[in-house]
């Protein structure tokens, strides 16, 4: 299964043993990421607007700021937003193995990661086809965080989608998502396929074993 | 608003989706209230021109918080969009009333998000007082899928203002909203706060919305508002539109006012046409009659307890008195140990826990504001708030998450003024004893007029008395043993005469008594059929369990035994099973992390070896050797938890060992905190089990700290290491001002950091000590910083 080897990587399984239980505690946190996920979901589509040496996103006039993100969305015209959370319910669930059992919330917070980046893989497939539909490409997904791409802008993002009202997907003064588990993310469509966001580019993790070297 | 009504009344549409409609969008729709008046002013005129008894204000969710930046102050763009509002009413010479739009604050609460009860309240009370001040007419909460949230926004409507409250709440098609609140939570609690009229809004279209207004009248007193959308939304050329017309959309709001709904309105997608179409349709058709419900309930933010349905369990043992272990964790700043007992009353059958933290010298209205939080965090099980100390109880039930039940207000005038206000202001519950200036009488008689004043006085606050429970007061019967019936007899008169719900404390009966278990369950026994409701009781105890399921057979409570014998028969299958036990090493065991086998085999070790020896001669090198398999990489993370784990189970109970044999124990005590604005703390709790298995005390303050409060506990602990952890590059700064004022006021305490967004070179940058890339190195430091092995 797709998700497991991901989770397992996460948790840095390198062909180590698992004895029965490990094993089935492992089964269990899939499952029970399936059930207390509470998915939801914004998918925008705006204009780019280039003006000054600035990105700004039409309408809203959110300005897209960083050398990264307009190198990213160079040959685009338009972009989707999209904002996704798994909703609260998991939080309080690992709240909760945090205090009963360490182990089960680590590998549920690790499946709860690789869960929603599942989910933003399904929905940039779903706007990969529909542009397709229209004979044009999109990038790859890129979300505040990734190079030079504040995460201050995770406030703007919210609330030019609303997401606050419509999924319950808030942002707190630190510019913290908040539930946790929640990405924003911007996708550029164009004529042509541009270069890929590799997952460690995406990553924020500094000493990792699995960095790929280049 | 209570009252019954001839006629359906009707609220206002969307005015986004017409100002959008004009080519208006913007971000801060509110800004036209300044900016654009005559669109704004237009949209008004145009719903009253559809007949609606109610606009509403263009003030949607703003507040200081949203507002940062916009160049705009809440309070002037509420008091122009009033001024416009109440404009376009006077000139329509149409008898609307103005209402202030409140909508939701953007930002999660504490705990789960990170704005404090007492900010949200305050951002709220900024627009009520702006909104009295330029005159509204009523004050409408709307949009809120937290009910937390509106609990904030209802009192601060109520106490800085006389005006009526209408609030509206989402919920999914699941029937709960996005933190998990059911339709009879929101009733319960939404109701007991003193608003005119609840309802529901946005989210979903009116189909949908028809069953969940056939469930709020079930349980509500009060009127019922709805606004839907005008149907599901449906994104076509990069814009929004609802699927409904507005005369499909005016049928559906007949079949709400059918299932209960007094007053109609519209959200996004609706327009003056969907009104007008409403008004049409809904002309002549009878709201349904409100029938008073006089149910007795309380509740978390996501469950409420029923009492009178079926008996209900009050777990009696976050209490300290006669209990040494939680004592200490209240001296040890140790929350988890109230949290974890929290959990095993669930686990064990409570439906509600009691929360008592009176213990002298400490700082009682922070601990059980810290208790109530966490539980809040982890658990949704309704709470008891119990103190003697009145600013406990208010401060509590202040930041309650839910509608608590206070314990306890008792006959005594002194006692009625001080705790009945706290009930009717916070929508409580209250536990009332029967006993008066004169102490508790001996006869049934005399509790039960004692607890007819207490209904009385109550009401006079205007306490409804199904707010009030009644507990007729357990004597010991080693004392009084000619007593012990007359409590029943008043439990039962008391129930009768009054029609009130009655709790008991039961293990007070078997005090100074040997075999007080025997005692207990046969009084509990005897009380249930005498009526009781709500026992307070230790669910530890195997026998009351039994007996209240037995009692539940018995009773006709459990039809058919359904529960019961789903319930004994698989004990007897795990009884069975726990007998087979294995006696394997416990180094063995810690090296497989083997978490239900480190008791038995600790105590199996302690047979041949003193606590002292097992610590330092198998636990600790196992521990080490653990730790050189995951450098290794010969086992990953979830295995080196796994054995931590298991560590700490059997050190636990050595260390209990360790205690009785007066060992000379170190104590070197670390301060662990995820710093302020990050919640990522699962990584700092590895951290934590490790040290502690390690032998070091240390004083956990979870996660979002202040650096103020990090500095004030490692002075008063005279730290010598604190560890911080942030997961986020955005609060490596708080991190960062968290070491400077350590290094500033406590030169010789040392700091250690970790967490993803940081190595060894950001370490340095931001002048930590040290820099620990995991549990183990974590470790390394303290043993540097200590300079010790082990204990």
Same mark, same amino acid.
């Given at each position: 299964m797709q998700y497991k080897t991901e989770v397992l990587q996460y948790l840095g399984y390198q062909g180590q043993a698992v004895d029965d239980q490990l094993h089935y505690t492992i089964e269990q946190c899939w499952q029970d990421t399936a059930d207390l996920a509470q998915v939801r979901y914004i998918v925008k589509q705006f204009d780019l607007c280039r003006r000054q040496n600035e990105l700004l996103l039409k309408p809203g006039a959110v300005v897209l700021t960083g050398e990264s993100i307009k190198k990213h969305l160079a040959e685009s015209h338009s972009c989707y937003v999209l904002a996704v959370t798994l909703g609260s319910k998991i939080e309080q669930q690992l709240a909760y193995y945090q205090l009963t059992d360490l182990t089960r919330a680590g590998i549920l917070d690790a499946y709860a990661?690789?869960?929603?980046? +599942?989910?933003?893989? +399904?929905?940039?497939? +779903?706007?990969? *086809?529909?542009a397709a539909q229209n004979n044009l %490409?999109?990038?790859?997904?890129?979300?505040?965080?990734?190079?030079?791409?504040?995460?201050? *802008? %995770?406030?703007?993002?919210?609330?030019? *989608?609303?997401?606050?009202?419509?999924?319950?997907?808030?942002?707190? %003064?630190?510019?913290?998502?908040?539930?946790?588990?929640?990405?924003?993310?911007?996708?550029? *469509? %164009? +004529?042509?396929?541009?270069p890929k966001v590799t997952k460690c580019e995406r990553c924020d993790v500094i000493e990792c074993r699995f960095k790929k070297s280049n | 608003m209570s009252e019954n009504r001839s006629r359906v009344l009707l609220f206002d549409g969307a005015m986004g989706t017409v100002l959008q409609n004009r080519g208006l969008a913007s971000s801060l729709p509110a800004q036209?209230?300044?900016?654009?008046?005559?669109?704004?002013?237009?949209?008004?005129?145009?719903?009253?021109?559809?007949?609606?008894?109610?606009?509403?204000?263009?003030?949607?969710?703003?507040?200081?918080?949203?507002?940062?930046? =916009?160049?705009?102050?809440?309070?002037?763009?509420?008091?122009a969009g009033i001024k416009l509002a109440r404009q376009a009413v006077a000139d329509s010479r149409q008898p609307a009333k103005v209402v202030l739009d409140i909508g939701p604050l953007g930002q999660l609460l504490y705990p789960v998000g990170t704005l404090g009860f007492e900010e949200a309240y305050q951002l709220f009370a900024v627009q009520v007082k702006a909104g009295a001040q330029a005159q509204c007419d009523a004050i409408?909460?709307?949009?809120?899928?937290?009910?937390?949230?509106?609990?904030?926004?209802?009192? #601060?409507?109520?106490?800085?203002?006389?005006?009526?409250?209408?609030c509206t709440m989402t919920f999914d098609k699941t029937g709960r909203s996005f933190s998990g609140t059911d339709i009879e939570t929101m009733v319960t609690v939404l109701e007991s706060l003193g608003v005119s009229v609840l309802g529901l809004n946005c989210?979903?279209?009116?189909?949908?919305? &028809?069953?969940?207004?056939?469930?709020?009248?079930?349980?509500? /007193?009060?009127? &019922?508002?709805?606004?839907?959308? #005008?149907?599901l939304p449906q994104y076509r050329n990069n814009l929004t539109r609802y699927d409904l017309e507005p005369l499909e959309y005016a049928e559906y709001a007949k079949q709400l006012v059918e299932a209960g709904a007094s007053i109609i309105g519209g959200c996004c997608g609706t327009t003056p046409e969907y009104m007008t179409a409403c008004r049409k349709v809904l002309t002549g058709v009878q709201p349904r009659t409100i029938k008073p419900k006089n149910y007795t309930a309380i509740s978390s933010y996501a469950q409420t307890v029923t009492f009178g349905q079926e008996v209900k369990l009050i777990g009696e043992r976050i209490n300290p008195t006669g209990k040494t272990k939680l004592k200490q964790a209240l001296k040890d700043n140790d929350l988890t140990y109230i949290l974890k007992e929290a959990i095993a009353q669930q686990n064990e059958g409570a439906d509600i826990l009691d929360i008592n933290l009176g213990l002298p010298g400490i700082d009682q209205i922070a601990w059980m504001k810290q208790?109530?939080?966490?539980?809040?965090?982890?658990?949704?099980?309704?709470?008891?708030?119990? /103190?003697?100390?009145?600013?406990?109880?208010?401060?509590?039930?202040?930041?309650?998450?839910?509608?608590?039940?206070?314990?306890?207000?008792?006959?005594k005038a002194e006692s009625m003024k001080k705790i009945f206000p706290i009930v009717k202001k916070y929508g409580a519950c209250v536990l009332g004893l029967t006993l008066d200036e004169k102490g508790i009488p001996s006869t049934a008689e005399e509790r039960l007029a004692i607890a007819q004043k207490i209904i009385d006085t109550a009401a006079a606050y205007h306490i409804p008395k199904k707010n009030i429970l009644i507990d007729c007061l357990v004597l010991t019967a080693s004392a009084?043993?000619?007593?012990?019936?007359?409590?029943?007899?008043?439990?039962?008169?008391?129930? /009768?005469?009054?029609?009130?719900?009655?709790?008991?404390?039961? /293990?007070?009966? =078997?005090?100074?008594?040997?075999?007080?278990?025997?005692?207990?369950?046969?009084?509990?026994?005897?009380?249930?059929?005498?009526?009781?409701?709500?026992?307070?009781?230790?669910?530890?105890?195997?026998?009351?369990?039994?007996?209240?399921?037995?009692?539940?057979?018995?009773?006709?409570?459990?039809?058919?035994?359904?529960?019961? &014998?789903i319930s004994y028969t698989n004990k007897q299958e795990h009884q069975l099973k726990t007998v087979k036990a294995h006696q394997q090493p416990l180094a063995d065991i810690v090296l497989s992390g083997l978490k239900e086998e480190a008791i038995p085999s600790a105590q199996q070790a302690l047979k041949t070896h003193t606590a002292e020896y097992i610590i330092n001669n198998i636990l600790i090198p196992t521990l080490d050797q653990v730790g050189l398999q995951y450098e290794t990489e010969e086992i990953f993370l979830p295995q080196l938890i796994q054995s931590a784990e298991t560590a700490k189970l059997a050190l636990s109970l050595l260390q209990d060992h360790l205690q009785k044999s007066s060992t000379p124990k170190h104590n070197h005590k670390i301060i662990l905190a995820t710093v302020k604005g990050d919640i990522h703390d699962i990584g700092k709790n590895i951290v934590k089990i490790v040290l502690e298995n390690y032998g070091f005390a240390i004083i956990d303050l979870g996660k979002d700290v202040p650096p103020e409060q990090v500095l004030s506990t490692a002075k008063d602990n005279n730290a010598r290491l604190v560890g911080l952890s942030a997961l986020m590059t955005t609060t490596i700064s708080s991190m960062a001002e968290t070491i400077k004022l350590l290094n500033e006021q406590l030169p010789d305490c040392q700091t250690m950091v970790g967490g993803a967004v940081l190595n060894e070179e950001y370490a340095k940058m931001i002048n930590a000590d040290y820099y620990a890339a995991d549990a183990l190195q974590a470790v390394a430091v303290a043993r540097s910083v200590f300079d010790s092995k082990t204990f």
């Open positions: 990661s690789v869960y929603i980046e +599942q989910i933003c893989d +399904q929905l940039t497939e +779903q706007i990969r *086809l529909r %490409q999109i990038t790859d997904r890129f979300s505040p965080g990734y190079g030079d791409f504040p995460l201050t *802008l %995770q406030t703007a993002i919210i609330k030019l *989608l609303r997401a606050d009202v419509d999924i319950g997907l808030t942002v707190n %003064q630190h510019h913290l998502l908040l539930p946790r588990k929640s990405i924003t993310a911007v996708i550029g *469509l %164009q +004529q042509d396929s541009s | 036209l209230n300044i900016e654009n008046e005559a669109a704004v002013y237009q949209t008004h005129r145009a719903y009253l021109s559809s007949g609606v008894d109610y606009i509403t204000t263009n003030t949607f969710s703003i507040n200081d918080l949203k507002l940062q930046g =916009s160049g705009y102050s809440t309070e002037e763009l509420i008091t409408l909460i709307e949009t809120i899928s937290d009910i937390y949230e509106a609990k904030a926004a209802v009192l #601060a409507a109520r106490e800085h203002s006389n005006l009526p409250v209408f989210s979903t279209g009116p189909q949908t919305m &028809i069953k969940l207004v056939r469930d709020i009248a079930s349980y509500s /007193s009060m009127p &019922i508002l709805v606004q839907p959308n #005008a149907g208790a109530v939080y966490g539980i809040q965090t982890i658990l949704d099980i309704p709470l008891q708030i119990d /103190s003697a100390n009145v600013q406990v109880l208010e401060q509590a039930a202040r930041i309650y998450n839910g509608k608590p039940l206070i314990n306890s207000v008792n006959g009084q043993q000619q007593e012990v019936l007359e409590t029943l007899k008043a439990v039962h008169l008391v129930k /009768s005469r009054l029609g009130v719900k009655t709790v008991l404390g039961i /293990s007070n009966v =078997s005090y100074g008594l040997p075999a007080r278990d025997n005692l207990n369950k046969t009084f509990l026994a005897m009380a249930l059929h005498a009526g009781l409701d709500a026992p307070i009781l230790n669910t530890a105890k195997q026998e009351i369990i039994d007996t209240v399921a037995a009692f539940k057979v018995l009773s006709n409570e459990d039809v058919q035994a359904k529960k019961y &014998i």
